[in-house]
């Protein structure tokens, strides 16, 4: 079965900084995509970045970057240079082909001036 | 950029009472989603609807959900008589396609916050 692992409930990270959210996943699929929301306090669901299994090349989307281990299992996000707008919660998530995404509990980040 | 949206924002009701939750997917979408999210917890999987036919659905999702493409453009998601476990934020979600090995991405409406007294 899948299953989403986000170890930190809550990070910090100063402003300007680079922070790194955790994400490792469990299942036996050999194709499936990886995906990372953005979740406002306003309540959103933002989609931020997508890395395919077969892809060689880790993600990148403006300031994100998905570090994409396979073998470990692991798909986390890099956030450079953040900005006080980025404090929110992060939601890790996978689709394993079909309809159903999974999701993780998510990390909410906060960032200080 | 095309987005999908709902409304209402915000719905308060009574427990027992009906609500129709709606969305307008992205246009050339073809396949439709709601998930849920109780307060606090991670973002759940209702059901899938492709074809004016449900294709996939969890567990969650029992005799008092029902879901509805009534025209071109708008997907609902009704609940026919409201419980107190009920209160969640709902999400549509729309794909342009589904693929097999999980690659398409779901874009997601902003949500229907559902309070149910």
């Known amino acids: 079965a899948q299953k989403i692992t986000q170890t930190q409930p809550g990070m910090f990270v100063q402003e300007k900084e680079a922070v790194t959210l955790d994400c490792t996943y469990d299942?036996?699929?050999?194709?499936?995509?990886l995906f990372w929301y953005k979740q406002p306090s306003s309540g959103e669901m933002i989609f931020l970045i997508y890395?395919?299994?077969?892809?060689?090349q880790n993600a990148t989307e403006g300031r994100y970057s998905l570090n994409f281990q396979k073998a470990r299992k692991s798909a986390n996000l890099v956030i450079s240079a953040s900005q006080l707008g980025d404090s929110a919660m992060y939601f890790c998530?996978?689709?394993?082909?079909?309809?159903?995404?999974?999701f993780g509990a998510g990390t909410r980040l906060f960032v200080k001036a | 950029e095309p987005e999908v949206t709902q409304t209402p924002s915000h719905q308060v009701t009574q427990m027992g009472q009906e609500v129709i939750l709606r969305c307008v997917p992205i246009?050339?979408?073809?396949?439709f989603y709601w998930y849920r999210q109780i307060l606090g917890q991670k973002v759940e999987f209702l059901v899938s609807f492709y074809n004016n036919e449900i294709s996939e659905k969890s567990e969650i999702f029992d005799d008092q959900f029902s879901v509805e493409r009534p025209d071109g453009s708008n997907f609902t998601l009704k609940i026919r008589s409201t419980k107190l476990e009920d209160s969640a934020m709902y999400f549509c979600a729309s794909s342009e396609k589904v693929s097999a090995g999980g690659q398409e991405t779901q874009y997601f409406g902003p949500g229907t916050r559902l309070l149910v007294l």
């Open positions: 998530a996978a689709n394993t082909g079909g309809f159903k995404t999974i």
């Open positions: 890395q395919g299994s077969y892809d060689e």
């Open positions: 299942t036996s699929d050999q194709s499936y995509g």
């Open positions: 246009s050339n979408h073809l396949y």
